[in-house]
C-alpha cells in the first residue's frame, strides 16, 4: 500500500467518516410532503386521511420526534372525531414531555457538532399547555366534563409551575384561552367557585399577554365574570367588574339555570412554519467576495444550491455557516364564524364567534424568548466545526508528507469544511398540525332538537357540523369542535 495513503488511513483523515455520520444524522428533521399531504386532506374535509397519513409516515418522525408525533396524531384524531385514540395518543404526549427533562451526553455532543435535529424534539411551553387543552376538549365533546376537568387541573398546574419557573412577566408564563376553557368547564359541571377563579385568571392572562398575543379579551369571559361573581355573593369583584365592563351584555346565573350551552371552538387557519435563516460569516477578504458572489451574506429561504455551497466553501475553506430557524406566518382569513340554532318550530339563535387564542403570536415569542441561546450556540458549534475542518485538513498535509501535501490538503479541506457547512441546519420542528388562531362561540338556548349551522361552511371546514342535529338538556352543556383550513 503506497505509505501516504497508510498514513492517511492511520492520521487526522479518519475523522472525516465521522463527519459524514453527524450529517447524516443531521437530516432527520420534519418531512415537508408529510405536512402537505397533511393539510391537502384537511383541506378536503378529510381528517381521517390526515390521521393515516401521520400514521403512515411514524419511521419518518423517528425516535427524536416522538412527541411531535404524538402531538400530530392526537390532533388530527380530535379533527376525525376519534376522541379517545386522540386522548391516548395525547397521554403518550404528555409522558415524553415528562420524560424529555433529561438528556444524554453523547446526544448533547452529536447536536453540537451537528445541528439540533439530532436531539429529541421536547416541544415549546404553550404546545405542553396545549396538549392538555386538547386532551380537555376530546373529554368535553364525549360529555366527559369530569374526565375534562381533570385536564384542567393539569393546566392549572402546569401554568403555576410555569409561571413560578419565568418570572419574567413579559415572557410566555401564563395563558389566557386555557385558563378559560377551565373556567367554561368548571362551570358546565356546576362548580362556580372555581369557575370564577379560573375566568378570573384568564383575564388577568389576556390582560398581561396582550401586548404581544395582539389578542384582546373575549366579551364572553367578560360576562363570565358579571355571572359568577353574581352569582356567588362578591359583590366587591361583581361592583368592579361592572365599572371595568359598563357596555358588556350579561346574563345572571339564575336565569340560565334551565338553559343549555353551546361552546363552538374553531381551529382556523394553519400554525407557522419554521424555515432556515443561514448567515455564511467570511474570515477574510477572499471569503467576503465569495459569500457576496455566490449569494449574500443572508439567505432565507434556503433550500437551492446547498450541495453547490458546499463545495465552493469547502475548497474556499474560510466561511463558516450560522444556521437559525426563523417563523413564516400562515394567517387566516377568517374574522369570525356565526353559528345558528334552529328548533323544530323554527326558531333560531344566532351568536358571533370571538377569538380567543392566537397561536401563531405564542410561537413567535416563544422563539424570540429562545432565539438569543440558539444564536449563542449557533455560533459556538460552528466556530467548533471550523476548527476541527482546519486540524482536520492540517493534519492529513502534515501525514501526507511534503510532496503529497498540496492535493492532500484541497481534497480533506473540501471535504472537512464541505461536511460543515453541509451539516448545519436549523431546528425546523414544530406542531405543525394546531391552527393559526382559535374562535369560541357559545350560545345558551332552550332545552329541545337543534340543526347548527356554522357559517362560513363549505370550503375549509374540515367538520360536518353544517346541518348537524343535536338534542339538549336543561344544564346541559355541548361542546363542537370544527377545523377551518381558510
Known amino acids: 500500500m503506497n505509505p501516504i495513503l497508510t498514513r492517511l488511513a492511520h492520521g487526522p483523515i479518519s475523522s472525516l467518516p465521522f463527519l459524514a455520520v453527524l450529517v447524516l444524522l443531521s437530516g432527520c428533521g420534519p418531512s415537508v410532503n408529510r405536512y402537505l399531504l397533511i393539510e391537502q386532506s384537511l383541506v378536503a374535509g378529510d381528517p381521517q386521511r390526515a390521521a393515516a397519513i401521520v400514521e403512515q409516515t411514524e419511521k419518518e418522525y423517528g425516535a427524536k420526534g416522538r412527541l411531535l408525533y404524538e ?29 424529555l427533562y433529561t438528556r444524554t451526553i453523547r446526544s448533547e455532543t452529536a447536536a453540537f457538532l451537528t445541528n439540533d435535529n439530532t436531539l429529541p424534539y421536547e416541544g415549546d411551553a404553550y404546545e405542553h399547555v396545549m396538549i392538555n387543552v386538547i386532551k380537555a376538549l376530546n373529554y368535553a365533546a364525549q360529555g366527559q366534563l369530569q374526565e375534562a376537568l381533570v385536564e384542567a387541573r393539569r393546566i392549572d398546574h402546569r401554568l ?57 379579551t373575549p366579551s364572553s369571559l367578560r360576562s363570565d365574570l358579571l355571572r359568577t361573581a353574581e352569582a356567588l355573593g362578591l359583590t366587591t369583584e361583581f361592583a ?34 419554521k424555515e432556515d435563516l443561514f448567515l455564511d460569516l467570511p474570515i477574510s477578504l477572499d471569503a ?15 433550500q437551492r444550491n446547498r450541495a453547490v455551497d458546499s463545495v465552493l466553501y469547502g475548497l474556499n ?16 382569513r377568517v374574522v369570525s364564524e356565526g353559528m345558528l340554532l334552529t328548533d323544530s318550530l323554527g326558531h333560531s339563535v344566532t351568536v358571533r364567534s370571538e377569538p380567543a387564542q392566537n397561536v401563531t403570536a405564542l410561537a413567535e415569542k416563544s422563539l424570540s ?57 436549523a431546528d425546523k ?58
Do not use: C
Not at 241 to 247: E, H, S, T, V
Not at 288 to 302: D, K, T
Open 369 to 425: 424568548e429562545r432565539l438569543p441561546a440558539i444564536t449563542m450556540k449557533a455560533l459556538a458549534r460552528a466556530a467548533t466545526k471550523y476548527a476541527m475542518a482546519e486540524s482536520i485538513t492540517r493534519g492529513a498535509q502534515y501525514a501526507a508528507g511534503r510532496d503529497g501535501a498540496p492535493w492532500v490538503g484541497l481534497v480533506v479541506a473540501l471535504l472537512a469544511h464541505g461536511l460543515a457547512v453541509a451539516s448545519e441546519e
Open 71 to 99: 402531538m400530530d396524531r392526537g390532533m388530527v384524531l380530535q379533527l376525525a372525531g376519534q376522541y379517545q385514540q386522540s386522548s391516548a395518543a395525547l397521554e403518550r404526549a404528555e409522558e415524553e414531555v415528562e420524560r
Open 288 to 302: 467576503l467576495q465569495l459569500v457576496l458572489i455566490n449569494r449574500g451574506v443572508f439567505r432565507s429561504p434556503y
Open 160 to 216: 403555576n409551575v410555569l409561571s413560578d419557573r419565568v418570572t419574567d412577566a413579559d415572557q410566555y408564563r401564563n395563558d389566557g384561552f386555557a385558563r378559560y376553557v377551565s373556567g367554561i368547564l368548571y362551570e358546565a359541571t356546576g362548580d362556580l367557585n372555581n369557575a370564577f377563579i379560573a375566568y378570573r385568571n384568564a383575564y388577568e392572562a389576556y390582560g398581561s399577554m396582550q401586548g404581544w398575543s395582539k389578542m384582546p
Open 429 to 486: 420542528r414544530s406542531w405543525q398540525t394546531l391552527p393559526d388562531e382559535i374562535h369560541v362561540a357559545r350560545a345558551w338556548v332552550s332545552p329541545g332538537q337543534y340543526q347548527v349551522s356554522i357559517r362560513p361552511p363549505g370550503q375549509g371546514v374540515t367538520t360536518a357540523k353544517d346541518g348537524q342535529a343535536i338534542a339538549l338538556t336543561a344544564g346541559q352543556t355541548m361542546f363542537i369542535i370544527q377545523r377551518v383550513m381558510q
Open 317 to 332: 475553506g474560510q466561511v463558516v455557516r450560522v444556521a437559525l430557524p426563523r417563523l413564516v406566518a400562515q394567517k387566516t
Open 240 to 273: 368592579e367588574y361592572r365599572q371595568a365592563f359598563p357596555d358588556v351584555e350579561w346574563q345572571s346565573s339564575s336565569s340560565q339555570e334551565q338553559l343549555a350551552q353551546v361552546v363552538m371552538i374553531s381551529y382556523n387557519g394553519r400554525a407557522p412554519r
